[in-house]
């Protein structure tokens, strides 16, 4: 008597090409109409906004009389790389960028440690009229700058503050808007872990420095560039209140290039450039953590 042979089953195409080690296979996205066109308008939007630091960039390398020539010469006829060793020499340059860098470092240090020490208030402490308070305070924010400006001067004047970096310092060192970015994103650190350090027997102090402060390193980033970026852009703080020419930062000395009846334009340009690059490597440097900050601060609290 012959045994009957075993008939092994065939296994499905779909099976065997996969293999047994394989897994399932993950479902391709389709490429829709709709994403290559949202694709298409994104890039169309981002070299739309490159536009002004292309004709900037462009415009540093040419002679004054062909930065406003019509059409609009984007590659320059020549490249006049001198203007980068020129403006050293025409202006102090180095100084200016030394104050600024000197008020955006501290006004942004001051700003992250008074806005997260009163954030945390606001946040994690229960006293009367303390939502009240806050929308208060942060009702500020709709107040134009030319409202109180005059006042801010004559305080400052009679203080004897005017042409020093202290009198703009001590006009940014708080702001309303780093007080609400620093409370969103305290409200997303659970209430149990205060309460935890309180029975722990830490004081609000320490509780703020040793645990909120290091949790909370996203949102500090946000604060601190964003501060960063405002400070060194600004301009008319600067001109109001400083006279003396070591004082003046860099958007104040690139005004010495413009006279009463022209303006060294490519210098301007090349001054621009070079005004922006501390701020780009500033964001690359933080924009990992700034765009996580942003998006804790607005999604959660």
Request: proline letters at 6%; charged letters at 10%.
């Amino acid at each position: 008597m012959t045994a009957n042979p075993t008939v092994e089953p065939i296994p499905h195409p779909a099976t065997a090409e996969a293999g047994p080690e394989r897994g399932p296979r993950r479902r391709a996205t389709p490429l829709t109409l709709r994403s290559v066109a949202y694709s298409v308008l994104l890039t169309g939007l981002c070299l739309l906004i490159l536009v002004p630091f292309v004709w900037m960039i462009s415009s540093s390398l040419k002679h004054d009389n062909q930065v406003f020539t019509v059409p609009t010469q984007w590659i320059p006829r020549e490249f006049v790389w001198s203007n980068y060793a020129d403006i050293w020499t025409q202006i102090p340059m180095l100084a200016y960028l030394h104050n600024s860098a000197f008020l955006a470092v501290v006004i942004s240090f001051l700003q992250v440690i008074t806005g997260s020490f009163a954030a945390y208030g606001f946040a994690k402490l229960r006293f009367p009229g303390r939502d009240w308070l806050f929308l208060a305070y942060l009702a500020t924010i709709a107040v134009p700058w030319q409202a109180y400006m005059i006042p801010q001067y004559l305080i400052m004047e009679q203080l004897g503050l005017v042409d020093t970096h202290l009198s703009i310092i001590l006009l940014q060192a708080f702001g309303a808007f780093g007080v609400f970015l620093m409370r969103q994103y305290y409200q997303s650190i659970p209430d149990e872990l205060i309460e935890a350090a309180r029975i722990d027997g830490l004081s609000e102090y320490r509780i703020w420095w040793r645990i909120m402060l290091p949790l909370s390193r996203p949102a500090i980033a946000s604060l601190g560039l964003l501060t960063f970026v405002s400070t060194w852009n600004d301009y008319m703080g600067p001109f109001i209140y400083f006279t003396s020419n070591e004082l003046w930062t860099v958007q104040l000395g690139l005004r010495s290039f413009v006279g009463q009846y022209d303006a060294a334009y490519a210098m301007i340009m090349t001054g621009s450039v070079i005004s922006v690059l501390p701020v780009v490597l500033v964001f690359l440097l933080g924009q990992r953590q700034f765009i996580q900050g942003i998006a804790t601060s607005g999604l959660k609290g």
